[in-house]
Structure formats: C-alpha cells, structure tokens
C-alpha cells in the first residue's frame, strides 16, 4: 500500500489509517486481532485511537496480540486540551496523557496526536480561539519538546470549526488537520493545499454507500452520484479515493471490521491515484449543487 509524509514532517502513513472506534470482539466472523491482522498485511499499519472509545480495551487487547507477532504499528491519538472538563491550558495534563498513552499502546512514539480544545459549549469558538490566544507559546513550546524528546513524530488538529483550524495553522501550532472531509462535507476542502491532512470518515458515516443511496432519495449519497454523474455501486470507493487525490491528504481514516469491508477499503485506496485538479473539479461540482 502507498504510503506518504504527513506534512512537512518526517512522519510516514499508509494511504489508510484503520479507525478504532467501531471495532469489537465479533466482526464480520473476525476477532479483533484478526481484523488487525488483516489489515497489517494488507498494508494498513496505522492506527486511529482515543481511550474514550468503549471499544479501545478491546482494541488495546488485540493491539497486544498483533504486538507478539512482531509487527510494527503507527499510532495517531486523539487526545484534548484542555477537554470539556477544564477551562484553561496545562502542559503538564498534555503531557501526563501522552505519557499515558506511550505506556497503553506499549510504543515509543505517537506518531501523530490529533489534538482537540474542547469547552463546555462546542460551539462556543471564542473560547477555543482564546486558548491559542493566551497560550500561543506555552502550546508551541510544549509540542517542539515532545517532539524533541522523541514521543510524538507530529501534531494535528481537530478544529471543530474552519476558522479555528486557520487559526491553529497561523499559530504553527500544529503540523496539519485530522478533521472530516469527505464528498457530503467540504468545509475543510480550502484549507487542504497549505497543510498536511488526515481525513476522517470519507464515506460521512456511511452516508456514502449504494445502500444509502437506495434507501434515502433526500438524502447525500443520492445528490452526490447525481452531481458527479456516479453508479451508485462505485459511490463508495470513489468515496474513499476522493480525498486522496488531493497531494496534501496523507490517509484517509476509516474502520472497516468484515472481510468484504477491508476488502474493498483496500482496493479503493490501491487505485486512489494523486489528481489535484480532480479533486478541485469535484469540489467545484459539489459545492455548485449545494449553493442551489
């Protein structure tokens, strides 16, 4: 499977990342070290986890099994600072829980931690953007350390708005976006060009699928075949191959669990070939529509 760097960064990821957050201990007639088994050798090394998944104990059982064969694994983190439970900025909680989480997945190097500043009010973007304000150096500081020191390779944000990703990308803060894009949602589609990317769920939670297509007239996956003048049946891999295309975006994160999903996620993403101005092309396409 191809893989590319992350940014300007040293850090290397296959062209998919398998998320965790679904897996469990029957999927599909696989365990779910069988599900990353799979996955590993078909190419799919890296990881999307967070321990506030109700599956990450099950996840984490199955990472030790896959560990004992010897494989290698690269992690991306979902980790928050401050989270919904605090009001400011500590460095030290950062770095408590990237130490936690060094010692659960049993690694040396979180290879990308996709960083989230969460309030009380998820919308409330002022008090996100003032974190950045008022801790602009401590946060800079505080990442080129842990990089220095070797135990994490890069950082991204998930920026829960456009504006506060302009604003982290700005502050050099972080290194590129974890964050949606996908054929249903482009509001990170502007930013792709300046930085790196990791995109989140190209199917839009399986809104993207020939069934959802055929169950929902009103729905996504119906206005996107049309737009873009697509089978139904191909609506799902060309999901997946859609944010590829773009140079920037260095894997898609997605979680495939039965034979036949790894099956095609991985046929999809061997035939993602790199295209800017397609990517653009479709873009343009989907956003006309929406503006109708």
């Given at each position: 499977m191809?893989?590319?760097?992350?940014?300007?960064?040293?850090?290397?990821?296959p062209?998919?990342?398998?998320?965790?957050m679904?897996?469990?201990?029957?999927?599909?007639?696989l365990?779910?070290?069988?599900?990353?088994?799979r996955?590993?050798?078909?190419?799919?090394?890296?990881?999307?986890?967070?321990?506030?998944?109700?599956?990450?104990?099950?996840?984490?059982?199955?990472?030790?099994?896959?560990?004992?064969?010897?494989?290698?694994?690269?992690?991306?983190?979902?980790?928050?600072?401050?989270?919904?439970?605090?009001?400011?900025?500590?460095?030290?909680?950062?770095?408590?829980?990237?130490?936690?989480?060094?010692t659960?997945?049993?690694?040396?190097?979180?290879?990308?931690?996709?960083?989230?500043?969460?309030?009380?009010?998820?919308?409330?973007?002022?008090?996100?953007?003032?974190?950045?304000?008022?801790?602009?150096?401590?946060?800079?500081?505080t990442?080129?350390?842990?990089?220095?020191?070797?135990?994490?390779?890069?950082?991204?944000s998930?920026?829960?708005?456009?504006?506060?990703?302009?604003?982290?990308?700005?502050?050099?803060?972080v290194?590129?976006?974890?964050?949606?894009?996908?054929?249903a949602?482009?509001?990170?589609?502007?930013?792709?060009?300046?930085?790196?990317?990791l995109?989140?769920?190209?199917?839009?939670?399986?809104?993207?699928?020939a069934?959802?297509?055929?169950?929902?007239?009103?729905?996504?996956?119906r206005?996107?075949?049309?737009?873009?003048?697509?089978?139904?049946?191909?609506?799902?891999?060309?999901a997946?191959?859609?944010?590829l295309?773009?140079?920037?975006?260095?894997?898609?994160?997605?979680?495939?669990?039965?034979?036949?999903?790894?099956?095609?996620?991985?046929?999809?993403?061997?035939?993602?070939?790199v295209?800017?101005a397609?990517?653009?092309?479709?873009?343009?396409?989907?956003?006309?529509?929406?503006?109708?």
């Amino acid at each position: 499977m191809e893989r590319r760097r992350f940014g300007a960064t040293a850090v290397e990821l296959p062209v998919v990342t398998f998320g965790t957050m679904r897996l469990a201990d029957d999927n599909g007639g696989l365990s779910a070290a069988e599900v990353l088994l799979r996955l590993h050798d078909a190419g799919v090394t890296a990881h999307h986890s967070s321990f506030e998944y109700d599956s990450h104990p099950v996840y984490l059982a199955a990472l030790a099994d896959v560990r004992r064969t010897g494989r290698r694994t690269e992690h991306v983190v979902k980790l928050s600072e401050p989270s919904f439970d605090a009001s400011d900025w500590q460095a030290s909680r950062l770095v408590a829980r990237i130490d936690a989480e060094l010692t659960s997945l049993a690694t040396e190097r979180l290879d990308n931690v996709q960083w989230l500043v969460r309030t009380p009010d998820a919308t409330d973007d002022d008090s996100r953007l003032a974190v950045i304000g008022d801790h602009q150096a401590e946060i800079a500081g505080t990442f080129d350390e842990l990089r220095r020191v070797g135990k994490i390779g890069s950082v991204s944000s998930f920026p829960y708005s456009p504006g506060f990703a302009t604003a982290a990308l700005d502050a050099g803060l972080v290194d590129g976006l974890c964050t949606y894009l996908n054929f249903a949602e482009l509001d990170y589609a502007p930013l792709v060009a300046r930085t790196g990317f990791l995109a989140i769920r190209p199917l839009a939670a399986a809104a993207l699928t020939a069934r959802a297509h055929a169950s929902d007239p009103d729905g996504p996956a119906r206005a996107v075949a049309t737009a873009l003048g697509l089978d139904p049946d191909d609506l799902a891999a060309e999901a997946h191959r859609f944010p590829l295309r773009h140079p920037a975006v260095t894997s898609v994160i997605v979680s495939p669990r039965t034979p036949a999903q790894i099956d095609a996620t991985v046929e999809a993403a061997a035939t993602a070939r790199v295209d800017a101005a397609a990517f653009a092309n479709q873009v343009a396409q989907l956003q006309g529509t929406q503006r109708k």
